[in-house]
């Protein structure tokens, strides 16, 4: 180096720019959201994968929620993580409505006790048709829940029956009946396709009556199989499912007739009316925009920077452990910046999309930079624009979504787990076959 080029600057910091912010701006709490578990259910859906309790009785509901609350109010202590503020708080299950009113309340009271909660927050609960009660759900909307999901899955009664459901088609109008009286605004309803044997003028139905019902948002889930439900145990021993070609035909109608009713998609499956609601779900841009989610009671997860984790699944070993103070936590990874990338990607575009500045903000690098080959793959697929300001899915790439998170697994994501790891998270495939 000559001694034109020897450079006299001391540095003190990095970067060297920097702004006059407001404190109450820079200092501002980070926005999160809670999710809260309830196991507990009538009977096991045939489909489902999710950790249920059959045949609860009060006494163990209640030790549950006493339980679930010290949790709660515990979160406070662990050091590691800063204070939230509380954009949106989500009660699945399960089926929260198996709950009585108070115990439903005293959760939601126990996180606003618990958490800073924005003013606006959205507090979601999950109902089954059967539970779904006129007094039950007015003294729960006055409690500060104010987002209700209704899992009704099919208007069709032999499918109702065959997959386990509780309800009947006339409990479905009932419900949604007293969720009207109840004066519930932002209502989802849930549909699943597709159930085994079902036929496409079933699902033509189903669709048809879900939009007659004007709900705010409707969710069409295509079927998830997993090893340790019915289904997964069915097909695993030779029991066939309906053909890809008519699961594409049912998705595609389901999209078509839900845009035609005037409902605009937020994620691949789920719509919200803009006339009805100003948005399908802000605790699922939560989930899947991956930030920063707090999950309590029994198998609840919780994602919060790059620590993920999971909490055990057992409920009274759960009870036990929190009424000893001891963790109850089950199973957790940490993500590297490259994994938290593809998160950010697979995730992202169950959304629909992912903006390319967000993208840049929180990485530092351009998402053509990164993932310039997996874009290229989906653009000549046809299953995503690659936009000038975002990565957003076509209609092909709706219809053909797990194809086009499959494109960012890599091979250490889907090699068998080995000894000490457990794998999560990822369903088990299902094999083509004729209708």
Known sequence: MSAEKIERRNIHTYPFKYTHTPAEEFFASEKAAIYVHIPFCTKRCHFCDYVVRIGSNSSLREQYVDAVCKEIRQFRSIP????????????????PGLLESRQLTRI????QD???????????IEFDPRTARLDKLIEVREAGFNRLSLGLQTFDQHLL????????VEDIYEAYDAIASARFVHTNVDILYPLLDQKMEQWEETVQKAIALKPAAITAYPLEVWSNSAYGKWLANGRKTVGWALEEAMSRYAYDRLEDAGFQRNTTGGYYHPGRARRYCRYGDYYWRTWPLIGFGVSAKSVIHDRLYTNMQDVEEYIRRIQDGQPVIDFSTRLTRRQEMRRVMIRGLKLCKVAKSEFRDRFGVAVDVVFGSEIATLVEARWIHDRADCIELTREGQVYDRSVYAVFYTEEDIRPPREGEVQYGLS????????
């Open 80 to 95: 590691c993580f800063p204070s939230f503020l509380i954009d949106a708080l989500y009660v699945g299950g399960g089926t």
């Open 108 to 111: 939601l009271k126990t996180c």
């Open 114 to 124: 618990t958490f800073a909660f924005t003013e606006d927050a959205e507090i979601s």
């Open 161 to 168: 029956y065959a997959n386990n459901r509780p309800h009947t």
């Open 428 to 435: 088990d495939p299902v094999a083509d076959c004729d209708p």
